[in-house]
């Protein structure tokens, strides 16, 4: 049974570029929720996908995006780059919008420089 | 807002010791769940426990043991016996039960087992 996948495992960028970061949740799981980890914190929510459609929001500007797709998979896009967004990037799954326990992958460590 | 407070940084004990993580959590809903989870230097964040607020039965599963008190709105983890292995961050959250809420997470306390 695999478990939640993410890619790249590490990123190193510099400042106005843009980043995509990668989810698989875990099999039989439908709905993806992305949080950031910053260096001695504890993960701060960004936003819940299920079928398709962001579901919840956390508190992050706009240059936060994502998308879910069919095969439930899950992408974050970052753009216009600070040096404030390097992080971890941890992705969870969950079955349906119900109060399930959420799963985690090893998650995305970016850099910017 | 929901608020989850984990007092302690940092602990470090020697192997065999007993250890208490505190974990203390506000929010003015009636129902919530409270969880935590484990987290190793390779980052991935590991399930231990869900409670939810209705349920304030303690736990045990092997060494671990959950006590969780409504009354003084804590859900503190114990060790025992702890383990090389037990080093980690380990993470107290809190989820209400209405909606898709998010999870709420505590800064963390890094153990710090000694052989």
């Known amino acids: 049974d695999a478990g939640v996948t993410q890619s790249p495992t590490h990123l190193i960028k510099t400042r106005g570029q843009q980043v995509t970061l990668r989810c698989s949740p875990k099999?039989?799981?439908?709905?993806v929720s992305w949080y950031q980890q910053a260096l001695g914190q504890g993960p701060q929510f960004i936003f819940q996908?299920?079928?398709?459609?962001?579901?919840q929001r956390g508190n992050f500007p706009d240059r936060f995006s994502g998308h879910q797709f069919p095969n439930y998979s899950s992408e974050l896009n970052v753009n216009a780059l600070l040096l404030g967004d390097s992080a971890l990037y941890l992705c969870?799954?969950?079955?349906?919008?119900?109060?399930?326990?959420?799963?985690f992958g090893p998650g995305t460590r970016l850099l910017v420089l | 807002a929901q608020k989850v407070t984990q007092a302690q940084t940092e602990i470090s004990v020697v192997e065999k010791e007993d250890v208490t993580l505190d974990c203390v959590y506000e929010?003015?809903?009636?129902?919530?769940?409270l969880f935590w989870y484990k987290q190793p230097p390779s980052g991935e964040l590991v399930f231990l426990i869900r409670?939810?607020?209705?349920?304030?039965q303690n736990e045990i599963s092997g060494r671990y043991s959950w006590n969780f008190q409504k009354s003084t709105s804590s859900f503190n983890f114990t060790i025992t016996a702890s383990q090389v292995v037990d080093s980690a961050v380990y993470f107290c959250?809190?989820?209400?039960?209405?909606?898709?809420?998010?999870?709420?997470f505590g800064k963390g306390t890094r153990l710090s087992v000694i052989a």
């Open positions: 969870a799954s969950s079955s349906g919008l119900a109060l399930e326990t959420q799963y």
């Open positions: 099999s039989g799981h439908d709905t």
């Open positions: 996908y299920y079928e398709e459609e962001e579901r």
């Open positions: 929010t003015r809903d009636t129902t919530y769940y």
């Open positions: 409670r939810n607020s209705f349920d304030e």
């Open positions: 959250a809190l989820r209400l039960n209405s909606g898709n809420t998010p999870l709420v």
